[in-house]
Antibody
């Protein structure tokens, strides 16, 4: 059974940093691109960033709203995905989801349970 | 960036009746290399992550009831629930998977009338 289990999150002050983790199981993690998607309270979905697989040099892409502040990384030996968030702003307050790229269409076929990040003083 | 516009924002449908949600992309999401539309639909219930329903505009994900169907090509798409069930109450999102940044529609809330 495919599972994505998230950890991290919580309350952080503006300008602070936080690291989210996503532990994968039930599939060959190293074969898949992985993404982060967020959802501000009561709002819609916003794609945050992506990391490709080793065959594609672990290249990353980011939404303009987080580029230069957030970093997506992965450790295939630990079947884990990470989101390092720096210089956090109040508008980064959201539930953050990790998601698996299906591998054949760039849609997300499995999602983590989500973790709330609150940026507030 | 490709802008995804969903309509309506919300709709109320009687149990057993048809519900149709529309999604329009600001540019074509049809990939010429494989003639597939890179358009997905998700269902999100309160307190839960989104669930993939449809990909490539019309391919139903495994395990999704056949009352859910997707159609359209190029820039205009729709999701249809042929006979609304109580468990279908949710917010539905379309997503273009054609180019970065990946973008979602604003969502459509489906309720029971």
């Amino acid at each position: 059974e495919v599972q994505l289990v998230q950890s991290g999150g919580g309350l952080v002050q503006p300008g602070g940093s936080l690291r989210l983790s996503c532990a994968a199981s039930g599939f060959t993690f190293s074969d898949h691109y992985m993404d982060w998607v967020r959802q501000a309270p009561g709002k819609g979905l916003e794609w945050v960033g992506r990391i490709r697989d080793k065959a594609n040099s672990y290249t990353t892409e980011y939404a303009a709203s987080v580029k230069g502040r957030f970093t997506v990384s992965r450790d295939d030996s630990k079947n884990s995905l990470y989101l390092q968030m720096n210089s956090l702003k109040t508008e980064d307050t959201a539930v953050y989801y990790c998601a698996r790229d299906s591998g054949y269409g760039a849609h997300f076929d499995y999602w983590g349970q989500g973790t709330l990040v609150t940026v507030s003083s | 960036d490709i802008v995804m516009t969903q309509s309506p924002d919300s709709l109320a449908v009687s149990l057993g009746e048809r519900a149709t949600i529309n999604c329009k992309s600001s540019q074509s999401v049809l990939h010429s290399s494989n003639n597939k539309n890179y358009l997905a639909w998700y269902q999100q219930k309160p307190g839960q992550p989104p669930k993939l329903l449809i990909y490539w505009a019309s391919t139903r994900e495994s395990g999704v009831p056949d009352r859910f169907s997707g159609s359209g090509s190029g820039t205009d798409f729709s999701l249809t629930i042929s006979s609304l069930q109580a468990e279908d109450v949710a917010v539905y999102y379309c997503q273009q998977c054609y180019s970065n940044p990946l973008t979602f529609g604003g969502g459509t809330t489906v309720e029971i009338k």
